[in-house]
């Protein structure tokens, strides 16, 4: 079982000369949480997850206590947004490597890849690093589960 017949194929992604800005619209209008930015040929040059962009809008302090529970409401903060210099930076400024795997890679090495870098999706990639697809955690475990009702 490979991550190739459980990937979902229809890839919501970005170039690397998108905006901060586009890459908020794509997460709005897609629903996603992850996006893959893609350069010439659609090579998998990064990811950009809906944590890092949420990130320019929690306030600093954040960063800097253990615990946040005593806050019980952030104030003016919570209808702040960050300017329109940073929305018009590239998006490869936000951009972290990506963590892929190549679409024969086996279901439990990818999962074990997800949990060792704490991601819930990952990309996947031709031996070429052409992006090919986007599996999930939910994918790939809803694969592994569904041989279980064969267990005699």
Known sequence: MTIGAYM???????????T??????VFV?????????VGENKTLSGVVGMRDLLSLE????????????FV???GAVETSHPVSE????????LMSPAVS???????LRAYALMLQHKLH??????RGNELVGVASRVDIGVAILSTWADVK
Do not use: W
Request: aromatic share 6%; glycine share 4%; no cysteine.
């Open 8 to 18: 979902k194929r229809n890839v919501v992604y970005l170039p690397e000369t998108a």
């Open 58 to 69: 929690l306030p600093d302090f954040v960063n800097f206590i253990a615990d946040v529970d």
């Open 121 to 126: 999706d990952i990309p996947v990639v031709s």
């Open 72 to 74: 019980h409401d952030f």
């Open 29 to 37: 209008r897609h629903h996603v949480g992850l996006l893959p930015i």
């Open 20 to 25: 901060l800005r586009e890459a908020a619209l």
């Open 86 to 93: 940073t929305l018009d930076q590239s998006i490869t400024t």
């Open 101 to 107: 795997v190549p679409e024969d890679t086996g279901l």
